[in-house]
Each structure stands twice: as C-alpha cells, then as structure tokens.
C-alpha cells in the first residue's frame, strides 16, 4: 500500500450488509445505528458530569463573512487572491 491506507470497521461491516443483502442505501443509517449508544453516552456525560466535561474546545470562525459568487469561466486562474487566514490560529 503506497499511501499507508487501511480499512476501518466500517469497511468490513460495509461488505457484512452486503453479504446481509441491505441495499447500498441503507449503509450510512446502519453506520449511525451502530454509533448512536456511544454518542448518547457522551452526550450524557457532557450535560450530567459536572467534574469532567469531554466537549471539544470553542472553534472561532475568522474567515470572510461572505463571499459572491464568480462563475468557473470568469475566474482567475491560480486559486483565490488571499489564500491564508489572517489573525489568530
């Protein structure tokens, strides 16, 4: 494997439901089925816990506030004019 790439669960339960029969449809609600006990689990401990919160830090968002849209063909070639974020990171 050139790019170190390895599959996860998801992979092996994947090709499960299809030997299963389950349409290919079905698969990410079967994902989140098999996920939702340990998300309710965190967000117990989020709201109950009061010693240990396990929430993410605050994100702060210091991109543009908006942006009009430029159709492909009448784009610049190279990318946008400012590429990096200025401010904080």
């Known amino acids: 494997m050139k790019r170190r790439l ?3 669960v998801d992979y092996y ?5 299809e030997t299963m029969g389950f349409p290919l449809t079905m698969f990410p609600v079967l994902f989140a089925i098999a996920r939702t006990a340990g ?3 965190q967000w117990a401990e989020l709201i109950l816990d009061e010693e240990q919160k396990i929430a993410r830090p605050k994100q702060i968002y210091v991109g543009h506030d908006e942006r009009h849209y430029v159709p492909l063909d009448l784009r610049r070639d ?10 904080p990171l």
Do not use: D, Q
């Open 78 to 87: 190279g990318g946008p004019v400012e590429t990096e974020v200025s401010g």
């Open 6 to 8: 390895y599959p996860n």
């Open 39 to 41: 998300w309710m689990a």
């Open 13 to 17: 339960s994947g090709i499960i439901y």
